[in-house]
């Protein structure tokens, strides 16, 4: 067994050799304690029959214990000063891929295709750049790849949204796409200190298992998700006046919007926020033969 990089004299030791300095902008809050990266990596369930994908290995941190505990590892990183850090750190393992690229302009798909051939299990684990969570969760969801399950640390309030009940003020789109897609469920909260640099917001890890079937059957998904996100438009107006806002001549179109709202059983003074999500599927499924 190799010395863990996750230490803070291990870590130092890594960025002084390279003359490494951080990048706010990418996100890059480094992992320097072992317990917390077993932790993650016992919460994402893996196997030697796993594929691994990480979102930005940073120093390789995660990547060694993914190395460690899975079949193989993909990891993409967007910044190209960690690429020899990465083959340095990292060369005691065989089974580990990284990729130089931003993971929202990857081909994940292609990806998963070419390197996780056996593999019985494709899970998510990462330390995401906070900058970028719900874009990337948005993206590998709706892209509908094999991916079974997510076990990745965000910030917590990101976190808190993610796994948010309607009537609650964090309860939005997010929650909802996030329910739709899958079972979600916040298993940590962890301090600031074990990063480096340590970041300004508290930070939590969540589970997202995929479900095979949604919750609900809706006669189109993406017209379900515009709905809902036109229904938080401003969160403090009706869901009347929200989908007046965002539906194409809503203004005009009010009383088609009532007559859904009517026909789904949606009082049309009720708030987005309180909508659950079968409720949403019954408005979309209203909505779309005039709207879709
Ligand atoms: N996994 C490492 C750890 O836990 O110590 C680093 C995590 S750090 C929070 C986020 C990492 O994501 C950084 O290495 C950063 O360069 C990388 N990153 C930022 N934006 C990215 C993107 N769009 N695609 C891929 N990697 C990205």
Do not use: C, W
């Not at 077993?38 to 029959?49: D, M, P, Q, R, Y």
């Amino acid at each position: 067994m190799h010395r863990d990089i996750a230490t803070p004299g291990r870590t130092k030791e890594i960025l002084d050799k390279y003359g490494f300095s951080f990048k706010k902008s990418l996100g890059q809050n480094f992992l320097i304690d072992p317990n917390v990266l077993h932790k993650i990596v016992s919460f994402a369930g893996l196997t030697e029959k796993s594929g691994a994908i990480e979102i930005g290995p940073g120093i390789g941190a995660l990547t060694e214990h993914l190395a460690r505990n899975s079949g193989k590892v993909v990891a993409f990183e967007i910044d190209q000063r960690l690429l020899p850090v990465l083959e340095d750190t990292l060369s005691p393992y065989d089974n580990v891929k990284v990729i130089h690229k931003d993971i929202l302009e990857a081909d994940v798909a292609a990806v998963i295709g070419d390197e996780f051939a056996g593999m019985e299990h494709i899970a998510v684990v990462a330390n995401l750049p906070y900058y970028v969570t719900t874009p990337i969760l948005m993206k590998l969801l709706e892209d509908r790849l094999p991916i079974d399950s997510f076990t990745v640390m965000m910030q917590k309030e990101v976190a808190d949204r993610i796994s948010a009940k309607p009537g609650t003020k964090e309860y939005g789109s997010l929650s909802i796409a996030i329910e739709y897609y899958t079972e979600a469920q916040t298993v940590m909260t962890v301090p600031k200190t074990v990063f480096m640099p340590q970041p300004n917001v508290a930070s939590a890890v969540v589970h997202l298992k995929r479900r095979s079937v949604p919750p609900v059957a809706v006669r189109d998904e993406d017209f379900l998700f515009r709905v809902t996100r036109g229904s938080f438009v401003q969160r403090r107006k009706t869901i009347l006046n929200n989908l007046q806002t965002s539906l194409p001549d809503g203004k005009e179109r009010k009383a088609e919007i009532a007559e859904a709202l009517g026909e789904a059983g949606v009082d049309p003074g009720r708030r987005g926020e309180t909508l659950t999500l079968e409720e949403f599927g019954r408005l979309a499924d209203a909505l779309y033969p005039k709207f879709g």
